[in-house]
């Protein structure tokens, strides 16, 4: 029986008395749906706690391997600009490896205030959130803005 299904069966309950002695027949029903639930709750709770210990180790691991990752690409740069700066130009040839050279073109600007507007590119204005609920919790009202309060899960 899912969590729902049990909440739905508590919120529809109904107690069945018997009317000589006026005592509670279905009181052990209600009893094993509350028992139910609370393990229910539980084993949720825990699954919640696997998943985040679990997503992370991934994000460490995703970590590690992003910081080799980098090192690994960048030591390939490092070694690549040396040798073409130790070859300057010339080729070289082996069973392993061919080194060669292609032509290629790239524009260099030396002051961005010197170049027309018409090729420039402007970022989207980003919203600093944090400035505005600072400043409207200090009571300045700012258009299209509210604060807005939530309840947040916390399991532990």
């Known amino acids: 029986m899912t969590l729902y299904e049990i909440n739905e069966?508590?919120?529809d309950f109904e107690f069945e008395i018997d009317e000589e002695t006026g005592e509670i027949m279905n009181e052990d029903e209600l009893?094993?749906?509350e028992i139910s639930k609370t393990e229910k709750v539980r084993n949720i709770c825990m699954m919640i706690k696997n998943y985040r210990a679990e997503a992370a180790v991934l994000k460490n691991e995703a970590d590690t391997f992003t910081r080799r990752y980098k090192h690994a690409k960048?030591?390939?740069e490092r070694l690549a600009d040396y040798l073409q700066r130790e070859l300057d130009g010339e080729g070289f040839k082996c069973t392993e490896a061919v080194v060669s050279y292609r032509k290629?073109?790239?524009v260099e600007c030396d002051d961005v205030s010197l170049v027309?507007?018409?090729?420039l590119k402007y970022k989207d204005p980003e919203i600093d959130k944090v400035g505005i609920k600072a400043a409207i919790k200090n009571g300045v009202e700012i258009r299209g803005c509210r604060l807005v309060e939530r309840q947040n899960i916390q399991i532990k």
């Open 104 to 106: 290629s073109e790239a």
């Open 74 to 76: 960048n030591e390939a």
């Open 31 to 33: 009893d094993a749906l």
């Open 116 to 119: 027309p507007t018409d090729f």
């Open 9 to 11: 069966k508590l919120r």
